[in-house]
Nanobody
Framework: QVQLVESGGGLVQPGGSLRLSCAAS????????MGWYRQAPGKQRELVAI???????NYADSVKGRFTISRDNAKSTVYLQMKSLKPEDTAVYFC??????????????WGQGTQVTVSS
């Protein structure tokens, strides 16, 4: 069974930094596009950042210049470095893995989420 396990969340003051990690198991990590999503209370889940299997990246406008997504295929791990954190970044952050096979089948996997709270 595929597992995505996030870690690194916690409580941080505004302006602070955190690094989230997501370790994947039981998938061929290198062929998956990986992403970070977040969901704040009462809001829909939203995309934060993605990194493709070819290491192309894309970010939500709200985090551009502050967050950096990266991956280490040797460790089957994707990271989200978050800097200059704001209270509005408070949310549960989820790791996501996806791929579409050559015959059109799409695989999607989610982690259980890790809480990030930005507060003084």
């Amino acid at each position: 069974q595929v597992q995505l396990v996030e870690s690194g969340g916690g409580l941080v003051q505004p302006g602070g930094s955190l690094r989230l990690s997501c370790a994947a198991s039981r998938i061929i990590f290198s062929i998956y596009d990986m992403g970070w999503y977040r969901q704040a209370p009462g809001k829909q889940r939203e995309l934060v950042a993605i990194i493709t299997s070819r290491t192309n990246t894309n970010y939500a406008d709200s985090v551009k210049g502050r967050f950096t997504i990266s991956r280490d295929n040797a460790k089957s791990t994707v990271y989200l470095q978050m800097k200059s954190l704001k209270p509005e970044d408070t949310a549960v952050y989820f790791c996501h893995a996806t791929r579409t096979t050559t015959w059109g089948q799409r695989d999607d996997y989610w982690g259980q989420g890790t809480q990030v709270t930005v507060s003084s």
